[in-house]
């Protein structure tokens, strides 16, 4: 059991390094949420299933378990929330040569 | 086991720290919030791996849970609060 869970803790790490570093390198503001929306819900989700099958069965593990239950609801939702109020702020998205898109939203060219 | 928790908080701390800079230097106010909201989760962990540090896992469990709940709400309400026209 303490194999898996170290197993459980590197993967979640190695999705936290690569949240990290898309974080950090990517060119605009909704890369940089598709980077870090998933993957750190991933590397959370895995770091506390580790830790729970680390401690066995009890109320602690259920109580993790129930964190990671809500992470996995409320973070996405989260996610989505700071998306909205950005493409309501008119933050452009950014393009490899440079033109605009807009699609959805208002439209405020005329 | 106690050297691999301790090695992998030092690590996410690093990764925290590595966030903090788009915190401080990130363009616009929303990649900010969104700095805020990984370095939220990251202390998640780093709190859970501390409780099993200091052999006090019912306590720190507690606390990753209100944690939790409030990263999520403090979230929302600056999601909310900073949207308007024009606000990058």
């Known amino acids: 059991m303490s194999v898996l869970s170290i197993l459980f803790l590197l993967l979640g790490i ?32 895995l770091c506390l299933i580790g830790l729970a ?58 | 086991m106690e050297d691999f928790f301790l090695a992998l908080s030092l690590i996410l701390g690093f990764f925290v720290l590595l966030c903090l800079y788009r915190v401080v230097r990130g363009p616009g106010v929303f990649n900010r919030i969104v700095g805020v909201n990984v370095i939220g989760t990251k202390t998640l962990v780093i709190l859970a791996l501390m409780g099993f540090l200091y052999k006090r896992v019912d306590m720190f469990v507690d606390i990753c849970l209100v944690y939790a709940l409030l990263n999520f709400i403090s979230t929302l309400a600056a999601a909310k609060y900073f949207q308007r026209k024009g606000a990058d």
């Open chain 1, 53 to 110: 099958l680390y401690n066995g069965f009890s109320l602690v593990s259920i109580k993790i378990v129930l964190i990671a239950v809500f992470i996995f609801v409320a973070s996405p939702t989260a996610t989505h929330a700071i998306l909205r109020a950005a493409f309501d702020s008119d933050v452009t998205p950014w393009t490899k040569d440079g033109r605009v898109i807009r699609e959805g939203g208002e439209d405020k060219s005329e």
């Open chain 1, 14 to 45: 190695f999705f936290f390094f690569g949240a990290t570093i898309g974080f950090l390198r990517f060119p605009d503001f909704y890369s940089r949420m598709h980077a870090t929306g998933k993957s750190d819900t991933l590397g959370t989700l």
